[in-house]
Nanobody, 117 residues
Framework: QVQLVESGGGLVQAGGSLRLSCVAS?????MGWFRQGPGKEREFVAR????????YYADSVKGRFTISRDNAKNTVYLQMNSLKPEDTAVYYC?????????????WGQGTQVTVSS
């Protein structure tokens, strides 16, 4: 059973920063971050390849968020800078077996990020 455990969420003022972490059990996966704001559908935020040599971001976070990974620790990070109130959401870490898989197979429990104005 694959487990993804997120941490690092919290309350921050607009313009501030947070770093989310996601530790995966078992083997290495291609990873992504998603979020679901209040009253909204879940949306893609960022993804990183299995090797960590390729990243991709949603337009709404490009230039402000950075996804990275430490394969020795089987951990993926999401550094979030210049946070805005509209970034308020539950952030989910997700894993898929391949960089080319259309869907993510495993999901974490989520961590709340709240940005105050």
């Amino acid at each position: 059973q694959v487990q993804l455990v997120e941490s690092g969420g919290g309350l921050v003022q607009a313009g501030g920063s947070l770093r989310l972490s996601c530790v995966a059990s078992g083997r290495r996966y291609s990873m992504g971050w998603f979020r679901q704001g209040p009253g909204k559908e879940r949306e893609f935020v960022a993804r990183i390849s299995w090797r960590g040599d390729s990243t991709y971001y949603a337009d709404s976070v490009k230039g402000r968020f950075t996804i990275s990974r430490d394969n020795a620790k089987n951990t993926v990070y999401l550094q979030m800078n210049s946070l805005k109130p509209e970034d308020t959401a539950v952030y989910y870490c997700a894993a898929r077996h391949s960089d080319y898989s259309p869907k993510y197979d495993y999901w974490g429990q989520g961590t709340q990020v709240t940005v105050s104005s």
